[in-house]
């Protein structure tokens, strides 16, 4: 399931649980949506938070809430490299229903504005590996 995706690199490495699998699928399922959140995700999966937020913190390092803002960013990190969309539009795609929120979250992420991210990827002849660091940024800081 996970393996498939590509977007969360160093989870290829770590033998994690189905179960845990499964609730990752569903942050990706739903990241773009605006009013998901980590309750609807409990009801969808028919558990309590604090169960999520166990097993998540037991095998990934991060609570629910770090997840779905990684994998928000992450979407967004890859839009970034490889579309030319602006910056307003991208984050309504990533499920963010305010601009301003998406700003922050992203300066927080990488320290940067996303449109400092984006012309600097498309400056520069080793965006591959830009890409890559930015994105070991988004899973990195909170890896196991």
């Not at 998540?56 to 992450?74: A, F, G, Q, T």
């Not at 700003?103 to 520069?124: D, P, Q, T, V």
Request: charged share 25%.
């Amino acid at each position: 399931m996970i393996q498939d995706n590509n977007i969360i690199p160093y989870l290829h490495n770590l033998k994690i649980p189905e179960q845990i699998e499964f609730i990752l699928s569903e942050f990706y399922k739903n990241f773009d949506n605006k009013k998901f959140n980590i309750n609807e995700l409990c009801n969808m999966l028919g558990m309590r938070y604090n169960d999520i937020y166990d097993k998540l913190i037991s095998h990934l390092n991060m609570n629910p809430y770090k997840i779905l803002e990684n994998v928000r960013m992450d979407f967004v990190l890859t839009q970034l490299l490889e579309n030319n969309i602006s910056i307003n539009r991208l984050s309504s795609k990533a499920g963010y229903s305010d601009p301003r929120t998406f700003r922050r979250a992203f300066k927080r992420c990488f320290g940067l504005s996303a449109r400092e991210i984006k012309n600097y990827l498309h400056s520069n002849e080793n965006c591959q590996v830009l890409f890559n660091n930015y994105r070991e940024k988004i899973w990195g800081r909170n890896s196991p």
